[in-house]
């Protein structure tokens, strides 16, 4: 058998000379198999070779299946991904990709048993992915290529050699997937939405999101299908993880707000949050027009003219064309008579603490006792039980507290030094906690001879109160006490914290 000749004249390079030798071996016994692994290891180099020449690659494709062998030889199968992935990146290498190229090589290819998973065969995806993930081929081409054969490494960013990571491709996929499940419209406006697909993928993205949290765009493209199928009861569950992740980014808050239809003051706190945000302007125009509306509605015509202001300065800088909504909200009464401000940042501010409360849903509240206050840094301490005390900044949260106040916290978990995290703080209404830590005093002073501290039954007076107020034993005074914590005796007490 000339199987040596031919594998030494296929590796030398000599490849004509290698399929001459390996067609005649074929042709002399057609049904022998090593015949056909012969002639089938040279077709393979013919097709590394023809890469970049896809008529001939096609050619030698159909050629290479005409030997009809056995899913068995899964050495070939497996090193045909290499050599099929290196014609694609001929095709996707270009700035205009040729789609018709790249669906003739699919047809092609689909049919072949090609060794799966494997490092190749994900290569082979890579390959196409980039060719398809922004076309309606995409599902196509994933669903022959099945998801479900990426390996865990392929779930794992990759470095590149400056040391940047890049996106997981099974992360890739998943996005460009949901992407592409994502309600369409036709010229004619006719919408083109498989329900049916988007049920059946959901279970498997759900998968993703919940076994890769780092992930940050499943969850994203989760919520925008559970709007699309109107599922609204679980949608606000679905984005508010990816949200947190990325409340930083105006667009995050948009998709937010959907989640709040026919909840106006939601929706507009949505807004304002998403405006607060760092974007370059001509970002921001659509969600500027949103907002627009909505202060029209409210009749606050200065701040409408300050937005559509931005609009048309940023859509002009760009050399783009201005509506006919803008032109015509620029033509009514209102417009010309309202003054326009700089920004509405001051607008925006007074919902941000709404808007975290709508990001921070998900996580319970807390009722405290305010039992210290410090205005100059900002910083005040709590009492929530006996079991649980500290303190927070509270100047990004609330305008002004005081001693005795009650406020409903949502705390980020774990504490240092008594030093907790806070997402949200709000003024609260917990009576109940109140009357459990405050009470109102009214009583006999009692001051031992030679002592600078004293009683009014069992509420002890600090010798600062006593010093400043000038109390004297027999005194009768009236006010209010606090419940604290002694931690050189070890016990709850009550002390007077101011007087009437």
Known sequence: MPAKEIKELRQSGRLEEAYAMAKAELEAEPNNLWAKRNLSWVLYSQL?????????????????????????EEMLYDNLSIVIAKAVRHI??????????????????????????????????????????DTDKYIAFADWWGLENFREEDYQKDKMPDGKEMMAI????????????????????EEIFNKEKVEAFMPKLDQIVESYP?????????AKLLLALGDEENLLSAILPFAKKKRNDFWVWD??????????????????????????????VSLRQKMATIFIAKELYNEARTEIEKIVAARTAKGWSISNTLTGWQKTEWYKRAIAKKSNHDFYKRYTHVA???LYSDVEEESVLVTFVNSD?????FTASEDKQGFFKYDRLIDKVRVGDTLNVRFQSGSKDGLHKVFTASKGTDERLKQQFFKEVEGEVRIAEGKEFGFVGD???????????????GMTIKGQAMKSFDPKKGQWGWKLISID
Request: proline fraction near 5%; glycine fraction near 2%; include cysteine.
């Open 48 to 72: 590394d070779k023809a890469a970049s020449n896809l008529n001939l690659f096609l050619a030698k494709l159909e050629e290479l299946e005409t030997l009809e062998l056995p899913e068995s």
């Open 92 to 133: 996707t290498g270009h700035q205009n990709i040729n789609l018709s190229s790249l669906d003739t090589l699919f047809s092609k290819v689909s049919t072949l048993p090609l060794v799966k998973p494997s490092k190749w065969y994900t290569s082979l995806f890579q390959a196409f992915h980039k060719g398809y993930r």
């Open 170 to 189: 099974a992360e890739q996929a998943y996005i460009a997937y949901s992407k592409q499940l994502l309600p369409k419209h036709t010229m004619f406006g």
């Open 214 to 222: 780092n992930y940050v765009y499943p969850a994203y493209y989760k």
């Open 255 to 284: 998709v937010l707000s959907e989640a709040f239809k026919g909840d106006e003051e939601k929706i507009l706190a949505c807004y304002c949050r998403a405006l607060t945000c760092n974007s370059p302007e001509e970002m921001l």
């Open 356 to 358: 975290d409360n709508l």
């Open 377 to 381: 840094k900002k910083m005040l301490n």
């Open 459 to 473: 509420v002890f007076l600090h010798p600062t109160v006593v010093s400043k107020n000038k109390l004297a034993a």
